[in-house]
C-alpha cells in the first residue's frame, strides 16, 4: 500500500527521521521528499513548507506516485481547553476559517486513527496567518478544535485525486498560550523558516527567549508524540478492512 504523508516543516518531522530509517529521494517540483517501508506500506513524506501557497506549490506533484492514503499531517495549535501540548488528534474535517471550504476526512480511517491512539475530534481550522494569541484561538474554538495552515489544502488535493486522506496532527501550543514572536514574519517565501528572521525578532526583543525555548521543547515533545503515533498507525493498515460496529464504536470515541 502507497501511503503519502505530508508535514509542513522539517522540525514537525526529525523526531519521525531519528526513529525510522527514511531515505532521501528525488522529489521532481514538490518539497524534500523521503521514503520508507513500513509494515506493508510504501511511505513518501514530502514537505510542503508552510501555508497555503508553499503547500499548494509542493501538493502539484507530490500525488505523482499514486498513493492509496495521504495523511495531512504536523503540528497544530489547540483551540480547546481540553487539548495540551503533546496530544495527538485526527480530523473527522478541515475547514478554512472563513468556512468558505469544508472537507470531510475518510470515516474508516478516522476510526483506525482512534484504534492507535489519537483523541478524535470534529475539525481542524486552517489560516492564512499563524494564530498567535489566546484571544483568537478562543474565538476560533467556537469553530474548531485545533488550528494549522496546510490540512485543508493537503485534503482537497486529495480529493480531486481520488485518494482517501486524513489529517492527524500534534498540539504545539495550548489555547491559553501566546505564541512568544510573531511567527508571520518568519517564513520565507518557499514557506520555511528564516533563522535570520527569528534572530532579529530576539536582539529586538531579548526577553522572548525563555518563551520561545518552552515554545522548541513542547514542539519537539509533541513532534515525537506524533511520529510514535505515525508507527503505531501504519502498522494498522495490515488489518483488514474494520466491521461496522467495530468502525461505529471507534467514530464514537
Not at 521514503?35 to 513548507?49: F, M, N, P, S, Y
Not at 480531486?160 to 512568544?180: E, N, T, Y
Amino acid at each position: 500500500m502507497k501511503v503519502l504523508i505530508t508535514f509542513a516543516l522539517a522540525n514537525e518531522f526529525a523526531p519521525w527521521r531519528k526513529l525510522r530509517r527514511f531515505e532521501r529521494v528525488a522529489a521532481g517540483s514538490s518539497g524534500p521528499a523521503y521514503a520508507a517501508v513500513i509494515g506493508e506500506c510504501e511511505v513518501r513524506v514530502v514537505l510542503t513548507g508552510a501555508g497555503r501557497f508553499a503547500a499548494q506549490r509542493s501538493l502539484s506533484h507530490a500525488f505523482d506516485g499514486a498513493p492509496e492514503l495521504c495523511i495531512a499531517s504536523g503540528l497544530c495549535g489547540g483551540l480547546k481547553p481540553a487539548y495540551a501540548p503533546g496530544d495527538v488528534l485526527a480530523a473527522r474535517a478541515a475547514a478554512d476559517v472563513a468556512g468558505a471550504r469544508l472537507i470531510q476526512c475518510d470515516g474508516e480511517l478516522v476510526a483506525r486513527a482512534a484504534g492507535a491512539g489519537a483523541t478524535i475530534v470534529d475539525k481542524f481550522l486552517v489560516s492564512d496567518r499563524v494564530i498567535s494569541t489566546a484571544a483568537q484561538k478562543r474565538q476560533l474554538g467556537a469553530a474548531g478544535d485545533a488550528v494549522d495552515m496546510e490540512s485543508v489544502f493537503v485534503l482537497a488535493a486529495a480529493w480531486q485525486r481520488g485518494v482517501r486522506a486524513i489529517a492527524v496532527r500534534a498540539v504545539s501550543d495550548s489555547s491559553d498560550s501566546d505564541l512568544p514572536l510573531d511567527f508571520n514574519r518568519v517564513f520565507s517565501d518557499r514557506g520555511e523558516v528564516s533563522v535570520p528572521r527569528v534572530v532579529g525578532q530576539l536582539v529586538r526583543s531579548p526577553g522572548r527567549l525563555p518563551g520561545l525555548l518552552k515554545l522548541a521543547n513542547e514542539s519537539e515533545r509533541a513532534a515525537s508524540a506524533l511520529a510514535h503515533f505515525l508507527e503505531a498507525y501504519l502498522q494498522q493498515m495490515e488489518a483488514g478492512p474494520w466491521d461496522e460496529l467495530a468502525r461505529a464504536e471507534a467514530l464514537a470515541v
